[in-house]
């Protein structure tokens, strides 16, 4: 199985701040990958697929790149309503895994 | 409008078994792909099982496989997961997703409300 690998776990930072976060797969997955965005409570929220396309609806501060086995997703001028969990998920081969998950707060 | 309803959550007992329906709404839904995730208290997101538009390609993650069967009615616009031998650990939130292809790609861009499954005695 492929191991997905996010980096931090969890974070935090100021409105307006940019962050970065990463995503490692065990094995290339060329760009079958996806991030989500996830706030208690809520159902996941799809912002990137393909690694760099941005969902329809998804503000353009978020953005997604690379490929093979490293992928970042960054967030520019944070805003309050970006505190939530990030996830990574590849689609390369079953099973789909999920990276374990960043936690960004908002200071 | 797409929409997602999910039923059939709730609490049953170590062994037992549950099924979850997901009635789908706003679009072809013999057109995409449909997946189940699932979120353990205070855990992440576990892919659980996916399924093609057509019905005829399933997988499984490893911690269901042989428990768990994965299921549409493409005349009913409805997806299943049957859940039979449950475990305390498959205590969690499940949600259906709508895929954005035919074919599972795990880009699921409309989700149902989720439900709560408890496996407790």
């Known amino acids: 199985d492929i191991q997905m690998t996010q980096s931090p776990s969890s974070l935090s930072a100021s409105v307006g701040d940019r962050v970065t976060i990463t995503c490692r797969a065990s094995q290339s997955i060329s760009t079958y990958l996806s991030w989500y965005q996830k706030k208690p409570g809520k159902a996941p929220k799809l912002l990137i697929y393909?690694?760099?396309t941005l969902q329809s609806g998804v503000p353009s501060r978020f953005s997604g790149s690379g490929s093979g086995t490293d992928f970042t997703l960054t967030i520019n001028s944070l805003q309050p309503e970006d505190s939530a969990a990030y996830y990574c998920?590849?689609?390369?081969?079953?099973?789909?895994?999920f990276g374990q998950g960043t936690k960004l707060e908002i200071k | 409008e797409v929409q997602l309803l999910q039923s059939g959550g709730g609490l049953v007992q170590p062994g037992g078994s549950l099924r979850l329906s997901c009635v789908a709404s706003g679009f072809t839904f013999s057109r995409h792909a449909m997946t189940w995730v699932r979120q353990a208290p205070g855990k992440g997101l576990e892919w659980v099982s996916d399924i093609s538009g057509p019905g005829a390609t399933t997988s499984y993650a490893d911690s269901v496989k042989g428990r768990f069967t994965i299921s549409r009615d493409n005349s009913k616009n409805t997806l299943y997961l049957q859940m039979n031998s449950l475990r305390a650990e498959d205590t969690a939130v499940y949600y259906c997703?709508?895929?954005?292809?035919?074919?599972?790609?795990?880009?699921?861009?409309?989700w149902g409300q989720g439900t709560l499954v408890t496996v407790s005695s």
């Open positions: 997703a709508k895929d954005r292809d035919l074919i599972p790609m795990a880009q699921g861009d409309y």
């Open positions: 998920q590849h689609s390369y081969i079953s099973p789909h895994t």
């Open positions: 393909t690694a760099s």
